[in-house]
């Protein structure tokens, strides 16, 4: 018998022992229910206060609305107690009836009346919510409500994430877009709405986040450690968005503001978003609740990649984006009664991130001793960027209290999609005649390494629109979506062992993927001969000029209107380039089927609250895919059964301190374009790259383990330190070769195992003890420090043969940030609201290519002669050196944000993003050897708020 049918005969047996033990708990008579809200004196919920119920010590936490339910109670008198930091206790005695249901609201207040109740509005009384939620979990969080997002100009949701303790991002366009956890790469890091996975707008697992903006979301949460009723894969962490709802008072609130960044001339920014919610019929039974974001980014960026100089020569690049994104998020819910609702919630958001770039490729080859050899080049490009990409959620839901039990079940699906219809570039090159084309006796100016440049002679004006040529064009047409459908459920039972409070709780999941992706890349050239007067860049310019390009250190020619491109093609006779045919690439389609099911108990033994789980998943894929481009698809197929156990053990020192020890073991499955037969080919200004995948992955799994000591701060705060150590087995790393033709490819592959460990610590305070002014003072910090090594593989050709090339060194995983830290000092005072965010991380390695060939020092080699070159370019170095691994640089970024609460519900904003012009980019080995530095100056702005509901 198969392992699989094994697996199938042990969960239905399980399943029928529980169902039986239920039905025996749900027998048993002399139970009632606790139900009930928490909110403060002028009404507000308040979300994360521990209700707990004393004999036996059951205990549950409010939700978003305040609201609250304990099942399973004996029935007899109990005393309830609601602790909530900030707010004095509630204490309460009352009277379990069986069979009936005990309604309790409890109303909380402030903890001394030397406090001024408007500490708890806005990104305040945000901050108290996150020290409750945080304190008060079952496992190792960290959570970000609306208010505290907010409170900075936080783009996205990402942006607001970077913000927390061992959180770094991978950046693009100037924005965050992936997440990275505790010293992990983004595919480690699982991404949930409401709990539940979202599919990918990419063709890898990690859900890009610039696609939704910050103001959609309640609350972010980012789950540590993990336990058996979350989904496996959340190795490094894993983030669930939680959307809002109607409380029991209506919910208004508007916002508009604008901005400006002086850069390429100046570009604006401006975003709008409401919210409108209310609750209807008599008690409050149906909620509905709608909000809606937009917002214009007209970035402008000044970039130079120079690829590094002595492998070849640099671009120099200006862009300039019109960004875009509007979202749309709403819930619709409903009691029954205290017992039973159910809910439909949707979230979705389209994200134009359009843009145009042009780009002067300037590139030499060298002498024997270094020095540009008089084969310089340079061409021109322009290009225009037209993805369009979205993500939406629609979920079905309820929850039900039957005697000791609570049932939750969901329905759910989502989409995310990539499209690009027209992702167009045109290059320029120079005529046969010019000395632009290979003549150019550069000279290498490398006085300082981080602007390396080639200095043409005097008398030669790389920038002379006269001198380049149209020479062609090459148009890409994609489309990539995923289509998600799922459903699941989880009874959890309440019950007492030996006096104490416990539940056991199991369940089950189901999720069908639909992956697919078709590209086709198609390249023309212009019939008309190579120097014909109508292909004279000339014809195609616009007015663009940038004279303050790159600060001045770099001198930036004129530019060419896209337009005017498409209109000669449309008119003018094309064909088919004969040097880059039109292919059919990045092609697949994937089917993924993941069945869950789950078995969690937890105990509270006095001052001990123990969880032990044990998760199973069966993983099952079949895909087609492009082995190379433009042959037919090949087929695969394969499954596999995952079993996770995870458990927790929390002793309380004292009521306001704790120690946890946290073990789970995670699963991350591999890309879906790295696990499928398939292939791409990038070219560009100085190199081509290439991507294939591997259908011989297997995923990759890690044992986690993690202690943290943490106490609550009077009288409002929160301090958490500790440890954790990641052991990975089969970690896919993707490796590098050069082939034959210089095409740098990239292939993902299992290395033999890996760790990752470190310490964190974070520190939030109120300041409210203090005398005077400074009793407005508050601070939120973190800091983060990991280690890593991963033991590579040989390096393999696509067929599965040798390379040759191996590398004996164990260097640092992919995005393990060494240091990581964040410092937000905060002042608030009466209607004033002030926050500085100061957010660090060190570099870390974005790809390896370094290899043992590259051992020792710089020497120049001849490249693979032609007719027209036979120069030299740069072999060795040493891991350091310009062929050593790719890395991120290390980022500081400095942003501030103030408000002032005005009459009737309004509030002005002000803001300063990116107030130190921070740089984003990658180096070779070291600093010395930057292959891409871009900036995108300050941004400045400011706006109005509108919301009458927290009027207090």
Same mark, same amino acid.
């Given at each position: 018998m198969s392992l699989g049918n094994h697996a199938k005969q042990f969960a239905v047996s399980v399943f029928m022992f529980l169902f039986i033990c239920v039905l025996s708990a749900g027998a048993q008579t002399g139970i009632g229910l606790l139900s009930g809200s928490v909110v403060d004196s002028q009404g507000g919920a308040l979300q994360g206060a521990k209700v707990e119920v004393n004999p036996g010590a059951a205990s549950t936490l409010s939700d978003a609305q305040g609201q609250f339910t304990l099942n399973g109670l004996t029935a007899g008198d109990h005393d309830v107690t609601v602790s909530y930091a900030g707010f004095a206790p509630f204490t309460k005695k009352v009277t379990v009836v069986s069979g009936q249901v005990v309604r309790l609201a409890a109303s909380l207040t402030v903890a001394s009346n030397k406090q001024d109740v408007q500490v708890y509005a806005g990104r305040e009384g945000g901050e108290i919510e996150s020290i409750n939620r945080t304190f008060n979990a079952d496992n190792i969080i960290n959570v970000l409500p609306a208010d505290v997002i907010k409170s900075l100009p936080n783009a996205n949701v990402a942006d607001a994430l970077g913000r927390l303790a061992s959180v770094t991002l991978e950046r693009d366009e100037g924005e965050g877009k992936y997440v990275q956890v505790r010293g992990t790469e983004p595919r480690l890091t699982n991404v949930t709405i409401d709990g539940v996975n979202i599919a990918s707008a990419e063709t890898v697992r990690q859900i890009k986040l610039d696609i939704i903006p910050a103001d959609l979301v309640e609350s972010v949460q980012i789950n540590k450690t993990l336990e058996a009723s979350m989904p496996g894969d959340g190795i490094g962490g894993s983030v669930d968005l939680r959307t809002k709802s109607a409380g029991d008072?209506?919910?208004?609130?508007?916002? %508009?503001?604008?901005?400006?960044?002086?850069?390429?001339? !100046?570009?604006?920014?401006?975003?709008?978003?409401?919210?409108l919610g209310k609750r209807f019929l008599e008690g409050n039974k149906l909620g509905l609740l709608f909000g809606g974001s937009y917002d214009w980014n007209g970035r402008g960026i000044n970039d130079v990649e120079p690829a590094p100089v002595l492998l070849g020569g640099y671009d120099q690049r200006d862009y300039q984006y019109y960004r875009s994104r509007t979202g749309y998020a709403g819930t619709v819910d409903y009691r029954f009664n205290e017992t039973s609702s159910i809910y439909l919630k949707g979230l979705y958001s389209l994200f134009h991130n359009f843009g145009n770039r042009w780009d002067y490729n300037v590139a030499t080859t060298y002498t024997a001793d270094g020095q540009p050899d008089g084969t310089g080049t340079t061409t021109f490009g322009a290009e225009i960027r037209r993805p369009v990409q979205d993500l939406g959620s629609l979920q079905l839901g309820g929850r039900h209290v039957i005697r000791r039990s609570l049932l939750s079940w969901d329905v759910e699906s989502s989409v995310g999609r990539t499209r690009d219809r027209g992702y167009s570039d045109a290059t320029f090159a120079p005529?046969?005649?010019?000395?632009?084309?290979?003549?150019? +006796?550069?000279?290498?100016?490398? %006085?300082?390494?981080?602007?390396?440049?080639?200095?043409?002679?005097?008398?030669?004006?790389i920038f002379d629109p006269t001198q380049y040529y149209y020479a062609g064009q090459r148009v890409d047409h994609y489309y990539n979506p995923e289509v998600d459908l799922g459903f699941g459920a989880d009874l959890a039972t309440n019950y007492t062992f030996f006096g104490h409070a416990s539940s056991f709780e199991f369940g089950g999941r189901f999720r069908n993927v639909h992956k697919f992706a078709n590209e086709d890349v198609t390249y023309t050239v212009p019939v008309a001969a190579a120097n014909d007067p109508s292909l004279q860049m000339t014809n195609f310019l616009n007015g663009f000029k940038d004279p303050n390009y790159y600060g001045g250190t770099y001198q930036f020619g004129p530019a060419v209107d896209y337009q005017k491109v498409q209109a000669y093609n449309a008119t003018s006779p094309q064909m088919p380039d004969p040097n880059n045919p039109s292919i059919q690439t990045n092609n697949f389609n994937l089917i993924e089927k993941v069945s869950a099911g789950y078995l969690m108990d937890t105990v509270t033994l006095n001052k001990f609250r123990i969880i032990v789980g044990l998760r199973f998943e069966n993983t099952s894929d079949t895909d087609k895919g492009n082995v190379t481009p433009d042959s037919p698809p090949v087929a695969r197929s394969g499954s596999y059964l995952d079993v996770l156990p995870s458990g927790s053990v929390r002793y309380s020192l004292t009521p306001l301190s704790g120690i946890r020890l946290v073990y789970g073991r995670g699963v991350s499955r591999p890309?879906?374009?790295?696990?499928?037969?398939?292939? #791409?080919? %990038?070219? !560009?200004?100085?190199?081509?790259?290439? #991507?294939?995948?591997?259908?011989?992955?297997?995923?990759?799994h890690a044992d986690n383990v993690d202690l943290l000591y943490e106490r609550s701060l009077n009288p409002i705060g929160l301090l958490q330190a500790g440890v954790y150590y990641k052991h990975l087995s089969d970690p896919i790393i993707p490796l590098q070769t050069t082939l034959a033709d210089g095409t740098i490819q990239t292939q993902p592959q299992n290395a033999g195992s890996a760790y990752v460990y470190g310490f964190e610590i974070s520190f939030q305070q109120h300041f409210t003890y203090l005398p005077g002014l400074l009793n407005g003072t508050g601070l939120s910090a973190n800091y983060g420090y990991s280690a890593s090594q991963v033991t590579f593989p040989g390096l393999l050709y696509p067929n599965g043969s040798p390379t040759g090339i191996s590398r004996t060194d164990k260097p640092d995983l992919l995005r393990q940030s060494p240091n990581t830290w964040n410092i937000s000092p905060t002042y608030d005072k009466r209607n004033l609201s002030v926050r500085l965010g100061l957010s660090y991380n060190a570099a870390n390695i974005f790809s390896?290519?370094? %290899?043992? #060939?590259?051992?020792?020092?710089?020497?120049?080699?001849?490249?693979?002669?032609?007719?027209?070159?036979?120069?030299?370019?740069? #072999?060795g170095g040493g891991i350091k050196g310009p062929n050593g691994d790719t890395y991120l640089y290390g980022h500081l970024q400095v942003d501030l944000q103030g408000s002032y609460r005005l009459p009737k519900g309004f509030t002005a904003v002000a803001y300063a993003l990116n107030l130190n012009n921070e740089v984003f980019g990658f180096y070779n080995g070291s600093t010395?050897?930057?292959? +891409?530095?871009?900036?995108?100056? +300050?941004?400045?702005?400011?706006?109005?708020?509108w919301s009458p509901s927290r009027e207090r």
């Open positions: 008072r209506p919910t208004v609130a508007l916002e %508009s503001t604008g901005g400006y960044t002086p850069i390429i001339g !100046g570009r604006t920014a401006y975003q709008f978003d409401g919210t005529g046969a005649d010019s000395v632009l084309n290979g003549g150019i +006796q550069f000279s290498l100016d490398h %006085s300082n390494p981080l602007t390396p440049k080639l200095v043409a002679p005097s008398d030669v004006n890309n879906f374009s790295d696990l499928v037969s398939f292939a #791409s080919i %990038s070219p !560009g200004g100085v190199r081509t790259t290439s #991507s294939v995948g591997n259908p011989a992955l297997k995923p990759e390896y290519q370094y %290899s043992d #060939s590259n051992a020792g020092p710089i020497v120049f080699t001849q490249k693979k002669p032609n007719d027209t070159n036979t120069g030299y370019l740069a #072999s010395v050897n930057p292959i +891409q530095r871009e900036f995108y100056k +300050q941004t400045f702005g400011g706006g109005l708020r």
